[in-house]
């Protein structure tokens, strides 16, 4: 029987690296660990927040532009403004955060840096300590899971069939230079009483390679008919 393991987390130290980097002592690292997840999820809930006070949307990619535009009864959880991780490094008088985001546009608004440190100060609480936050694009927005799973969530809550969701979503990958992606959805799959799991695979996907380079992505979608689990491996390349 397989043993199931988290891929980043079996390739840390090789093809997986840290996104926290300081030092603590023993009796201080839990308190350090607190510090890092207020920071990620202020940082999360602030972009969310402001995301929804939009009515229109912009996806721009390196060969095209490509506009989503909705209305506000609809959900704006279309694939802009999505994290892909947060760097933070922590030094004896600075912190410094470095935000990997697909299309930024939100953070490039006047006074949203300074407003997100605000409510970063005030969630931190470090009177001793100054915050250094910097914003970095991701090169290739589709080669990362957690905008194809932003992509799926937005398709699904707004009825779009989950089969053309997952097939859209492996379509917009080929922009970009992986070897593998699998794509799969567990859940009361178009409302029916009885949940299963449905998969879709195209390429290479060598999991148990540990030189293998893989982005994985869990993410969950709330709709009308419950909870849906959507996994996403990519197989990015081999060292």
Not at 37 to 64: L, M, V
Not at 85 to 99: F, P
Not at 114 to 133: A, C
Request: hydrophobic fraction near 35%; proline fraction near 3%.
């Amino acid at each position: 029987m397989g043993q199931k393991i988290n891929p980043l987390g079996f390739r840390l130290g090789t093809t997986q690296n840290h996104h926290s980097f300081w030092f603590a002592q023993p009796k201080n690292y839990s308190e350090g660990l607190q510090e890092d997840k207020k920071i990620r999820n202020c940082i999360k809930n602030y972009i969310q927040k402001n995301r929804k006070k939009g009515s229109n949307r912009k996806i721009e990619s390196d060969s095209s532009f490509e506009v989503i535009t909705h209305n506000k009864e609809m959900d704006s959880g279309s694939s802009s403004e999505v994290i892909t991780h947060i760097e933070i490094q922590k030094e004896i008088d600075t912190i410094h955060v470095i935000i990997h985001i697909g299309f930024p546009n939100l953070l490039k608004k006047k006074g949203a840096i300074e407003e997100l440190e605000k409510d970063l100060q005030k969630e931190v609480n470090s009177v001793n300590q100054r915050l250094n936050i910097g914003i970095e694009k991701v090169k290739e927005p589709y080669k990362q899971p957690n905008i194809l799973a932003e992509y799926i969530a937005f398709q699904l809550k707004n009825r779009v069939s989950f089969r053309k969701a997952m097939k859209k979503a492996i379509e917009l990958t080929k922009k970009t230079d992986i070897k593998g992606v699998k794509v799969k959805i567990a859940g009361r799959l178009a409302g029916k009483e009885i949940a299963r799991a449905e998969c879709i695979k195209k390429g290479r996907l060598p999991l148990q390679t540990i030189r293998a380079k893989i982005d994985y992505c869990c993410y969950p979608i709330r709709t009308i008919y419950g909870v849906l689990g959507v996994k996403i491996w990519i197989f990015v390349d081999e060292e």
